[in-house]
C-alpha cells in the first residue's frame, strides 16, 4: 500500500491500488497519517533507529499494525522523501521572492548612481542564482562613465 504514497503530492490519491486492488480510504488515510507523524518526528530531531524502532513495536498513534524492519524501513524513506518534496517547492517560491527583492534594490542603486552597492547585489544574485554546475568565473565589474553605467560580466565574445 505503501506505493501508492510515494508518488509525488500531484499525482496521490485518496483512494490507492494495491496488487491490482482498490485500497480502502480509511487505510490510505492510516498511511498518511502515520506518514505525517513520521515527519514530525524527523523534524524534531528523532532518530532514524528510533523511529524505526517505533514502527516495529506499534508505538505511532493511529498504528494498527507492527512492521518488520523493511517495511519501516520504507516508510521512514517515504517520509524523507516528502520533506525533500516539500523543501524543493519552498525553495523555488523563496528563489522568486528574492529575486523581485534584488532587483529593487538593484534598481534602487542604480537610480541612485551608487555602483559599489549595484555591484554588490549583482554579486549576491550571482551567487544565489548561478547554476554550481557551472564551472565558469563570472567577474561583475560596474563602470559609472559619461554615457551611464556598463556593467561587464566577464564573458568573451566566444562565451555561451
Not at 57 to 67: A, D, R, V
Not at 76 to 88: C, F, S
Not at 125 to 148: C, H, L, P, R
Request: charged share 30%; proline share 1%.
Amino acid at each position: 500500500m505503501l506505493d501508492a504514497h510515494l508518488r509525488p503530492k500531484g499525482e496521490r490519491k485518496s483512494k490507492a491500488f494495491f496488487n491490482g486492488k482498490s485500497a480502502k480510504s480509511k487505510e490510505y488515510q492510516e498511511v498518511e497519517d502515520l506518514l505525517a507523524l513520521i515527519i514530525c518526528d524527523i523534524v524534531n530531531g528523532i532518530q532514524r533507529s528510533d523511529i524505526i524502532k517505533k514502527l516495529q513495536e506499534g508505538l505511532y498513534e493511529g498504528q494498527t499494525k507492527k512492521y518488520a524492519l523493511s517495511s519501516a524501513q520504507k516508510y521512514y524513506w517515504t517520509a524523507t522523501q516528502r520533506i525533500k518534496e516539500d523543501r524543493e517547492t519552498d525553495i523555488e517560491s523563496l528563489k522568486d521572492t528574492l529575486y523581485s527583492q534584488y532587483y529593487s534594490l538593484f534598481a534602487d542603486a542604480v537610480s541612485s548612481n551608487n555602483t559599489f552597492v549595484a555591484k554588490q547585489i549583482l554579486d549576491s544574485i550571482a551567487k544565489v542564482f548561478v547554476d554550481k554546475s557551472d564551472k565558469k568565473n563570472v567577474d561583475v565589474q560596474v563602470v559609472n562613465n559619461k554615457e551611464g553605467i556598463t556593467i561587464n560580466f566577464g564573458f568573451q565574445d566566444n562565451d555561451e
